[in-house]
C-alpha cells in the first residue's frame, strides 16, 4: 500500500503545482482532518475549500515536492513554495514537512509545519470564501 500512498502525495503535489484544487481536494478521505498554523483546524469539505480559495486567486506560486515517503497508514512530505505575499510584494519562500495520514487509499489528515503571522486573516477569508460559495 505504501507504493500507492507515495503516488497519492505525488498526485496531490502535482495538482498543487497545476493550482487544480478540485484534484486536491478528491485525494482528502471526506472526513479528512487538516491542520497548520494558519488553518488550525479544517475537517471534511473545508479542507478542500481552502485550497480552493488559495488557488483561484492571482499569483505567482511555485511548489516544489523536494522529497516524500509513505508506507501504508502514514507519509511524510518535503516541499517549498516559492510565492510574492500579495500585501508587500516581497517574495516568499516557505520550506515545509509535512505529515500525512491515510484511510483507504485518500489522504485522511496532513499537518504541515510552517510558520506565519497571519493565521486570523486567512481563517477569516477561509470562512468569507466558504459563505459566498453557498
Known amino acids: 500500500m505504501g ?28 472526513d479528512v482532518h487538516f491542520s497548520d498554523p494558519v488553518f488550525p483546524d479544517l475537517r471534511g ?25 509513505a508506507d501504508g497508514a502514514q507519509g511524510t512530505a518535503h516541499w517549498r513554495a516559492h510565492y510574492t505575499f500579495t500585501e508587500t510584494g516581497r517574495p516568499v519562500v516557505n520550506d515545509i514537512q509535512a505529515t500525512f495520514r491515510f484511510d483507504n487509499g485518500l489522504l485522511l489528515g496532513w499537518t504541515p509545519f510552517l510558520r506565519s503571522k497571519v493565521r486570523a486573516k486567512a481563517g477569516g477569508r477561509l470562512d468569507e470564501f466558504t459563505r459566498a460559495r453557498t
Open 45 to 69: 469539505p473545508k479542507a478542500g475549500a481552502m485550497w480552493r480559495m488559495l488557488t483561484s486567486g492571482p499569483g505567482d506560486a511555485r511548489i516544489e515536492l523536494l522529497e516524500h515517503d
Open 3 to 30: 507504493g500507492a500512498n507515495t503516488q497519492l502525495i505525488e498526485r496531490f503535489y502535482g495538482a498543487f503545482a497545476k493550482r487544480d484544487a478540485d484534484t486536491m481536494a478528491a485525494c482528502y478521505a471526506p
